[in-house]
Every structure is written in C-alpha cells, then in structure tokens.
C-alpha cells in the first residue's frame, strides 16, 4: 500500500509514519523547503517538497497512492495573524480532500483533535455524539479545527471515504517543537509551573495513536469521528505524576481563573504584543481550561480495536527524550528509569 502522509516532520505525524512503516506501507511524505526533517531520520520513505497552500505543488504526488494519511496541522495556542492557523487548517484540508478526489485516492484518514468536540461545564465525560457548534470553540485553533473537521464530513457526505481520528491531549517522544502539550511538560521541568488550575485533560499514548490511524485505513467506518483518548487527570494529577517520573516538586498552590486570566492579559499584551514573542500563557489557554476536557474512547475501543493504555509510560518517554535532547539543562534533570 502506498500511503501519502502529511505531518510527518511533526510529533503525531512522525509517529504515525513510523507505524505505517512498521507495516510495510511505501511512504509519501509531504515536506514543506523549510521543514526540520530531524524526526524522519532512519525512516525508508520517498518524500515530496510541497504546500498545501500550492495545490499545484503536490497534484502530482498523489497519483498512484492507496490512501491520504492527513496529520499535519498548526497548531498553536498563540498566534500573530490567525489567518494563517485557517489557511492551514480548514483551506489546506479542503485542497487536499479534493486533490484526492481527482486523483482517486480510495481512502483519506484526517487527523481531527478532540478540541472539535462538545466539553460541558459540568465534567461530564463526552463522546462524539455530544452537541457541539461552531459558537462553542474557544480561540482560532479550536474554531479551525472544528471548520476542517467539516470539511471531511461534508466530502464524507458527498460520498468521498472519510474517516475521522479525534487524538485527545498526545503525549510521548519526538515531540520536536514542542506541541503546547510538550510546553507544559518543559515547563515543569523547566520549574515554571509554580501553580496549577483546577482544570483536567485526556492525555493519551501517541503510539497508540498512532497504531490505531493504520488500522483505520482498513476498519473505519466512512463519515466516522473516532476520539482516540487515554486518562482522564486533573492537571494537578499530571504534574503529579511528572514529579514522580522527574523528582521535581508538584506544585501546591492553586490559583483561581481570574488570577489565571490576568497574568495571561499581560503575558499576550507585554511578551506577544510588544516584545514579539510567544507568551508563556494566552487567555486561550485559559479559556479552554474552564472545561475538563474528559472524553470517552469507547467507539474507537469497539470499531478500530482502539486500547486505552496506562499514560505513565508515555510521560516517561516524553520526559526522558526531552531530557537527553537538551530541553532540560543537566543540573534539572533526575528522571527516573
């Protein structure tokens, strides 16, 4: 099977071409002229210099393939011009589902998230039959996630074969960037997390991710969203569990949303606005974190052989990795092995 994949320079992406390999998948790897190809080192792969914001750069590139694996995505929670995060997201999966189409690619994979999912107030764990609409996406990568994910469902409709992977909060190595996932991570190492809010995550292996996204090529269901998720912690429980893998202090002060919410005011204002760089924390963030973003797995468990797995070892990895690639300065680091 030929499988042409975007995001594979990424961290999601960089694992999912690995499992596609692991099963003998011939790879096509889009890359962009100023892409790191870092996370494609030892990987047998034929890859395509390209943009998706160029059509006509990667029309060619498609012919001959059995499948899309779509991962790649910006995804940030701070950004100059947002223009840019929905040029990407929503315009670039629009061209590529329909790059697909004329190239009769029989199958497309899109790597949605869980941010496009219907979070209550309450706690209450979701799945992907929870109400949700454009209104309730908090900030521009949410909103530009949800407008590509409608993208794929409305192709899906038309008939194209469309399966939706919703990862919920991935965790793991080659998180090259980092993710803001991998952010907090550092930052703990790092010991910049002097408090905590009182919100909560699904935190998930990226190798399971990973491995479910090959088995959707062949058991998805067509016009299907899929949440691939893990546990369910407490951002407290997680940096709980990062002092147990590192030997850094958890923090023990809670600060409430107001005073979480002005420090990120003044850190967009003075460190995004004026200094031209990216804050440590947006009132995206902060927003999104009113929410515990809980979700249930059990339609990916029961169609595409999905596995909840322990998060531990995922957190051990992304720890360690960033560790011995120099993210953590010597003098901090004491991960556990």
Known sequence: MRVFVTGATGFVGHHVARALAAQGAELRLLVRKTSNLD????????THVGDLSEPASIKLALEGCDAVMHVAADYRLWIPDPAEMYKANVEGTRELLKLAREADVPRFVYTSSVATMGFRKDNVVINEDSPVSLKSMVGHYKRS?????????????????????NPTTPVGDFDRKPTPT?????????????????????????????????????TGQFGRRYILGGENLTLKQILDKLSELSGVPSPTM???????????????????????????ATLEEVRMGRKKMYASSARAQQELGFRIQPVMPALKAAVEWFEENGYVPASKSGVAR
Do not use: S
Request: charged fraction near 25%; aromatic fraction near 8%; charge should be positive.
């Open 39 to 46: 996370n494609l080192h030892g990987l047998r792969a034929e």
């Open 145 to 165: 996630k949800y407008l590509a994910e409608q993208e794929a469902l409305e192709a899906a409709a038309k008939g194209q074969k469309v399966v939706i992977l």
């Open 182 to 218: 991998g952010r907090i991570i550092l930052d703990f190492l790092n010991g910049k997390f002097p408090a905590y809010m009182d919100t909560g995550l699904n935190l998930v292996d990226v190798e399971e991710i990973a491995r479910t996204h090959v088995a959707a090529l062949t």
């Open 254 to 280: 809670k600060i409430p949303f107001a005073v979480a919410a002005t420090y990120a005011f003044f850190e967009e204002t003075i460190t995004g606005k004026i200094r031209k760089k990216e804050p440590r």
